[in-house]
């Protein structure tokens, strides 16, 4: 186990030499798990850790009668790893959520210098003692800044533990650390305060002062008077309350930073980050996110793989990009039905998985019309709640309309403290709890929550989509994941020219995807003109009736006022400008719903899809991060099985025989 230390103070022990004293103490505990490589018998292992009291049950506290305050002292260290903080673009500065982020780069550097101090696997004898290589043997991949508190610990470890110079010490982790930014909105960036640190961590707080003290004459040396600029680039936000930036740490501790899509990476360098990449452009970097084939086509949609199989072969699993042969049969009507019927069975699993475990009974000749993701403001679950009370009041008006059916579902997650996001929740199950028991509409319209949104839920919805919901405000997301699963799976996408949406729309071409809505420009010179969301309202009659309704409490009968704070959060401020792109929204859906009323040109497009998913392999991400990051060239070298002898020529795939 792995001491970890918090608290305590810093001694001053000679000429610039320091040392944290007095501190208290937990272990950190390691549990292994293998992760086995695909096809080339390689299994690597994922070290997470467990946080432990570093003292057993005492008799003699049970014995003076302080049980209690035992097993409470118990508890507050091992509460350090039972529950991670689940937030997501939502900052929220609390105590244990920092303490578990040093927890766990702590303990993680203590191993990685542990194995590169040490010559043989699994020895425990320190030989390498000089770190000058360290950077060639180890790279730290920030993901996001929850793990930036790397860089003030490698320091101090280098400093006062292996007696580094100080100057050595930063180049040695600048060249071993670089840092993925994932978010572009400003409220979700890490900005921690000075006085937790002053108590918690007070070395670091020591070394991410001196790191700024650094960073600041590198400023002023470039751009000599420019205070606001200083102000604007400095680690220490200065305020009411004193913070420290944690992205502006990660940028200065790091040789490389990232964005996740070119469009994210441009407005990193466009806009937040901008004086930073004024100042090193050449750390700038993109690397767009990427998905494993093997989990989102190979198993979770079986069928679709074997169909793809039976055209292009199997080495597509671990080459993408070989996915482009599938456009050859966008017009073989043998193959489109094929895919149409892989797509019908995939619907109609999960229409019967739907029923066994929530009771609830949809049609799966229905649009199958998702949205899953976190719940949050800027992914617009509300635009897509817009859309449902538009189509629920067109048929309430004219029930014998020409009407494509739909079964609509919202899934994902909240952080615990958003208050507006278990509104959204709450007002998509209550819409959905008028439609669904409206006998006029019966199965034209239905109304889903997927409750406990999760990876082993996202392997059965995914493959059964048809339309995937990426709607976004222009600007907002880094990227997004999901998108490219829902591609791969031969859904179709309705989305906003935001994160992986971009380069999607060039990998398929725009006539394979539904785009709609303002661009990042647009965006940008209707706020700066002065965005006035009530006009939007004034001037759309389905709108106003939709917003009217909400709040009205039509939705909420047993609560008329329930919903007064979101629609008025929309008319007076609406952040993320849903009013402005309703009206355009609306119409794509309805090319949407025509579209699918022709079975045929919309599975042609699902064949573009997913001929074109090649680009969006996790694979790909990583060679780029391997390559252009980390200076390591990529191997497809697969070790021999253990009952091959390496000096046989035969096949390597033959097993053993029993005797």
Sequence with gaps: MIPIHFFGKVETVGKNKHKWVNTQMVYAMPYDSPIPGYGNNTVNTMRLWSAKAPKNFDLKFFNDGEYIQAVCDRNLAENISRVLYPNDNMFEGKELRLKQEYFMVAATL????????????????????NFEAFPEKVAIQL?????????PELMRILVDIEEMPWDKALEITQRACAYTNHTLLPEALERWPIHMFEYLLPRHLQIIYDINAYHMERVAKMWPGDFDRMRRMSIIEEGHVKNINMAHLSIVGSHA?????????????????????????HKFQNKTNGITPRRWLLLCNPNLADLIAEKLGETWVTKLDELRGLEKFANDQKFLLSVAKVKQENKMKFAQYLESTTGMRID?????????????????????????????????????????????????????????????????????????????????????FLENYRV????KVIPAADLSEQISTAGTEASGTGNMKFMLNGALTIGTL????????????????????????????????????????????????????????????????????????LL??????????????????????????????????????????GKFSSDRTIEQYAREIWGVEPSDFVIPPPYVDPGRSDDVDEAPTSK
């Design 110 to 129: 203590q191993d990685i210098i542990r194995r590169y101090k040490s010559s043989k696997f699994g020895c425990r004898d320190p030989v390498r003692t």
């Design 572 to 613: 007076n401020h609406d952040r993320f400008c849903l009013l402005a792109d309703y009206e355009a929204y609306i119409k794509c859906q309805d090319e949407v719903s025509a579209l699918y009323k022709d079975p045929m040109a919309w599975t042609k497009k699902c064949v573009m899809n997913i001929a074109a998913s």
């Design 257 to 281: 930073i990232n964005g996740v899509a070119a469009i994210h990476s441009d407005l990193l360098q466009k806009g937040l980050f901008k004086d930073f990449f004024e100042m090193d452009p």
């Design 364 to 448: 799966p000749s229905a649009m199958f019309d998702v949205q899953v993701k976190r719940i949050h403001e800027y992914k617009r679950q509300l635009l897509n709640i817009l859309h449902i009370v538009t189509i629920y009041n067109r048929l309430k008006k004219n029930p014998s309309m020409d009407f494509t059916p739909r079964v609509v579902m919202i899934g994902g997650k909240a952080a615990p403290g958003y208050h507006m996001a278990k509104q959204l929740i709450k007002l998509y199950n209550n819409v959905g709890r008028v439609v669904n028991n409206d006998k006029i509409v019966g199965n034209k319209l239905k109304v889903v």
């Design 143 to 151: 993901n996001d800044t929850h793990p930036a508190l790397a860089i």
């Design 456 to 459: 082993s839920l996202a392997e």
């Design 498 to 569: 935001d994160g992986a949406n971009v380069e999607m729309a060039e990998e398929m071409g725009k006539d394979n995807i539904f785009i709609f809505g303002m661009t990042v420009d647009e965006v940008d010179e209707l706020v700066k003109k002065g965005y006035k969301p009530r006009d939007y309202y004034e001037k759309n009659d389905d709108l106003r009736q939709a917003l009217d309704m909400i709040r009205g409490g039509f939705f909420s009968p047993e609560r008329p006022d329930l919903f007064h704070d979101v629609v008025d959060a």
